[in-house]
């Protein structure tokens, strides 16, 4: 896969999603312009921003959500990262992200994106940059025992842990991160 064919699967995506409201809506209408007018805006090497892809992962009850300690952030958000010129389609990029980021193999995503999100950071670029995230939910297989799967903390995560949706850590982000709980379930029943 290609960037350009990167580029074009992600407006595909944006195209076919309803936004759940006018300012998601806005959101989604201003990605489609970015990258309209970035041809590499799928790629971290895209220095004024570009798209990154995260996911909202669930346990197979939908009473845990598991989250990273952000090292760059400094609280609990969901798994996530950059888009890499492999990635078919930004579902792919997010899937992956969770995937390399929580060493659980089997997580089913969301058909569609359930939140955008766009914030500024210095990133692995080593300047201000602007992340447009696309984020998805997932969830993963029922385990034999009933209790959410092990997961292996990358070194992308100063910690990584499962979390009862109604009891998040104190330094949760507490803006986004119940909206993804709720967009997520939502997608997700």
Same mark, same amino acid.
Request: glycine share 4%; with cysteine; proline share 9%.
């Given at each position: 896969?290609?960037?350009?064919?990167?580029?074009?699967?992600?407006?595909?995506?944006?195209?076919?999603?309803?936004?759940?409201?006018?300012?998601?809506?806005?959101?989604?209408?201003?990605?489609?312009?970015?990258?309209?007018?970035?041809?590499?805006?799928?790629?971290?090497?895209?220095?004024?921003?570009?798209?990154?892809?995260?996911?909202?992962?669930?346990?197979?009850?939908?009473?845990?959500?598991?989250?990273?300690l952000h090292p760059?952030?400094?609280?609990?958000?969901?798994l996530g990262g950059?888009?890499?010129?492999?990635?078919?389609?930004?579902?792919? +990029? !997010?899937?992956? #992200?969770?995937?390399?980021?929580?060493?659980?193999?089997?997580?089913?995503? $969301?058909?569609?994106? *359930?939140? %955008?999100?766009?914030?500024?950071?210095?990133?692995?670029?080593?300047?201000?940059?602007?992340?447009?995230?696309?984020?998805? +939910? !997932?969830?993963? #297989?029922?385990?034999?025992?009933?209790?959410?799967?092990?997961?292996?903390? $990358?070194?992308?995560? *100063?910690? %990584?842990?499962?979390?009862?949706?109604?009891?998040?850590?104190?330094?949760?982000?507490?803006?986004?991160?119940?909206?993804?709980?709720?967009?997520?379930?939502?997608?997700?029943?």
């Open positions: 896969m290609s960037a350009p064919s990167l580029k074009a699967s992600t407006e595909q995506a944006l195209r076919s999603w309803a936004a759940p409201d006018a300012e998601q809506d806005s959101l989604r209408h201003t990605y489609l312009a970015f990258l309209a007018a970035a041809p590499d805006g799928c790629l971290r090497a895209s220095e004024p921003g570009h798209v990154t892809a995260s996911a909202i992962v669930f346990d197979a009850s939908l009473r845990h959500v598991l989250l990273t760059r952030v400094g609280k609990w958000i969901q950059h888009c890499e010129p492999d990635d078919t389609t930004i579902a792919d +990029a !997010a899937r992956r #992200e969770a995937i390399e980021e929580s060493g659980i193999a089997t997580l089913r995503l $969301s058909p569609m994106p *359930v939140h %955008l999100h766009t914030h500024p950071i210095t990133c692995s670029l080593g300047v201000p940059t602007r992340h447009l995230d696309v984020r998805y +939910a !997932a969830i993963t #297989e029922p385990t034999s025992d009933g209790d959410p799967p092990p997961v292996i903390r $990358s070194d992308e995560s *100063v910690d %990584l842990a499962w979390w009862p949706i109604d009891a998040l850590p104190a330094d949760t982000d507490t803006v986004d991160v119940p909206i993804l709980i709720d967009r997520g379930l939502a997608a997700m029943r």
